[in-house]
């Protein structure tokens, strides 16, 4: 990127995170985060929706394409003892440039569906739900998008197992998908717990 559209795009984010903070903050925590791709702001979980409503109906604005919604798990990891980071990615065709929303929830807490003001956030939602187990309460389709039928757990929570207790198939002689149980020989299961650290020191 050029210097003077580097700049460019930096005012632009400075000017609209300086009008983000002084008309909505009732919205948004005071933590915003401006560089060269766009704004990051921490928003309030039980404001979520009337932000949606916002950036959906202002023509200042213009974040009108929800791109991207993921989530991390913060097991260990998190300050406040709340389990999941979940960010929102929109986009603005007027300032060139990426909003992204993120708020910290517990493993109780559901989000309100950004499905009636995005209609790109049913299918987002889902890959959520299926891979975190983040309830998102108004969504018309709430079901699983990635895994199989019958699937328990979410596979990307950090206490998932890594191996699973069945694996799933195409049988050609049943043609049929069938589910067996997974069997890992002996030798694959046995695990030196002594740290790498004790085998320098000696």
């Known amino acids: 990127m050029e210097k003077g559209?580097?700049?460019?795009?930096?005012?632009?984010?400075?000017?609209?995170?300086?009008?983000?903070?002084?008309?909505?903050?009732?919205?948004?925590?005071?933590?915003?985060?401006?560089?060269?791709?766009?704004?990051?702001?921490?928003?309030?979980?039980?404001?979520?929706?009337?932000?949606?409503?916002?950036?959906?109906?202002?023509?200042?604005?213009?974040?009108?394409?929800?791109?991207?919604?993921?989530?991390?798990?913060?097991?260990?990891?998190?300050?406040?003892?709340?389990?999941?980071?979940?960010?929102?990615?929109?986009?603005?065709?007027?300032?060139?440039?990426?909003?992204?929303?993120?708020?910290?929830?517990?493993?109780?807490?559901?989000?309100?569906?950004a499905n009636d003001y995005f209609k790109s956030a049913g299918w987002l939602e889902r890959e959520v739900y299926d891979m975190f187990g983040i309830f998102f309460y108004k969504n018309p389709d709430m079901r699983r998008i990635l895994t199989d039928y019958g699937f328990e757990g979410y596979p990307l929570r950090k206490d998932f197992p890594l191996t699973g207790f069945y694996e799933v198939q195409y049988s050609e002689e049943e043609k049929i998908v069938v589910s067996q149980v997974v069997k890992i020989n002996q030798a694959l299961r046995l695990f030196h717990f002594s740290s790498v650290w004790d085998m320098v020191k000696k």
Request: positive net charge.
């Open 5 to 113: 559209s580097f700049r460019l795009v930096i005012m632009k984010g400075i000017v609209l995170s300086n009008i983000i903070i002084n008309n909505f903050l009732k919205f948004f925590y005071s933590s915003i985060f401006v560089n060269q791709t766009g704004i990051s702001v921490y928003v309030k979980k039980e404001k979520l929706e009337n932000v949606f409503f916002l950036l959906k109906n202002s023509s200042f604005f213009g974040f009108k394409s929800l791109v991207d919604i993921f989530g991390i798990d913060l097991l260990g990891r998190s300050e406040n003892n709340l389990r999941f980071r979940v960010y929102y990615i929109f986009y603005s065709r007027i300032f060139g440039l990426t909003l992204s929303l993120k708020l910290d929830l517990s493993h109780k807490d559901v989000l309100i569906s």
